[in-house]
């Protein structure tokens, strides 16, 4: 895996050229690391699935640098439309009708008809998208684990089959996009992520899918997040032994989300924890309740899915 540096241009200028040639580089965003393919490349995308060890039911999302580049992939109404103008660039991806003269790949879309988008804000990735075109990128950890918001998380556990990693520090935001469906001028939620609940109402009425509900995207049916370790959520204070992560002022704490108790903090630090965790070679890890308002429901929903581990199924 050939090492670039984010911060200089040309290094970037060579990660879009790889992009180009169908070829996968993991690159920074605001929310998490992603491992991008060119959108358009069915190398580009094939080589996500196999790096990531990604069943091929699920879908990628693609990112686009705003408006008139998603409406030249899918058909976009005028609650998306507004959702775009308030919420991009940033942390929020749209399911929409997928155009049918789209220039993506067939395996983007795992045969869905909607097509998953999203513009960063990230200025490195946006650079990206303006050389090469939409890009798809899934979070870059391998299928099931704990999502890389730091260059050392991608470094500990390198993926085989990536032809380079753009590195440029630590993740603003921590947590995924808000991942949202619009149905009949409403809007329901797939996957809490960094634009809350309270946000998305303000904009049209807003619903969030049961956990585990059919209709829920694929991704949110696998099991994911979960760390070496196994996960005990809500406990106000560690067992002896146990790798505390503590949220708000404690008196012991292995992995501290936030002294203060910012739920905003605690998201951009969640997966650093759960990786510390795994780097200590801690085997039980204890969680301190996290409130589950705003930010705190994308938190607990990681968390959760985390916990559950290995029991959840993974879909073939
Ligand atoms: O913040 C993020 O969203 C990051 C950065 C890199 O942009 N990406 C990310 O991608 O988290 P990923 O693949 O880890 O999660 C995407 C989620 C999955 O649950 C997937 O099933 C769902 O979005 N999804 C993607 N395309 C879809 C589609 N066409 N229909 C339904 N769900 C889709
Ligand atoms: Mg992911």
Same mark, same amino acid.
């Given at each position: 895996m050939e090492q670039l540096d984010g911060h200089n241009s040309e290094a970037c200028l060579r990660a879009a050229d790889l992009l180009c040639w169908g070829k996968n580089v993991i690159i920074p965003s605001e929310t998490v690391y992603g491992l991008a393919g060119?959108?358009?490349?069915d190398e580009g995308v094939a080589g996500i699935f196999r790096a990531k060890k990604r069943p091929p039911d699920n879908p990628l999302i693609v990112h686009v640098l705003g408006k008139n580049m998603a409406g030249d992939l899918a058909h976009i109404g005028g609650l998306a439309e507004r959702l775009m103008d308030k919420f991009?660039?940033?942390p929020l991806t749209i399911l929409l009708p997928k155009r049918?003269? $789209?220039?993506? /790949?067939?395996?983007?879309?795992?045969?869905?008809p909607q097509v998953a988008l999203r513009a960063p804000s990230h200025t490195i990735f946006r650079e990206l998208i303006a050389m090469a075109g939409p890009i798809a990128a899934p979070s870059?950890?391998?299928?099931?684990a704990p999502s890389p918001t730091r260059p050392e998380h991608i470094l500990a556990n390198p993926p085989s089959h990536v032809d380079a990693f753009l590195a440029a520090g630590i993740?603003?935001?921590?947590l995924e996009s808000t991942v949202v469906e619009i149905k009949e001028e409403s809007i329901i939620i797939h996957r809490p992520g960094m634009v809350t609940k309270e946000e998305l109402s303000a904009m049209a009425p807003t619903s969030a899918l049961a956990?585990?509900? $059919?209709?829920? /995207?694929p991704g949110q049916r696998h099991r994911h997040y979960a760390p070496k370790a196994s996960l005990i959520l809500n406990q106000e204070a560690a067992d002896q032994g146990d790798f505390y992560i503590a949220?708000?002022?404690?008196?012991?704490?292995?992995?501290?989300?936030?002294a203060t108790g910012d739920l905003a903090e605690a998201a951009q630090r969640l997966f650093h924890g759960l990786m510390e965790a795994d780097r200590v070679g801690a085997s039980k890890v204890s969680v301190a309740p996290i409130p589950e308002e705003g930010l705190g429901i994308a938190i607990n929903e990681r968390l959760r899915r985390a916990a559950e581990g290995g029991k959840i199924d993974v879909e073939p």
């Open positions: 060119l959108a358009r490349s991009w660039p940033g049918d003269d $789209a220039p993506l /790949s067939q395996l983007v879309t795992a045969g869905l870059a950890n391998p299928s099931g993740c603003a935001c921590g956990p585990g509900a $059919a209709s829920a /995207s949220f708000g002022p404690t008196s012991h704490a292995d992995f501290q989300l936030s």
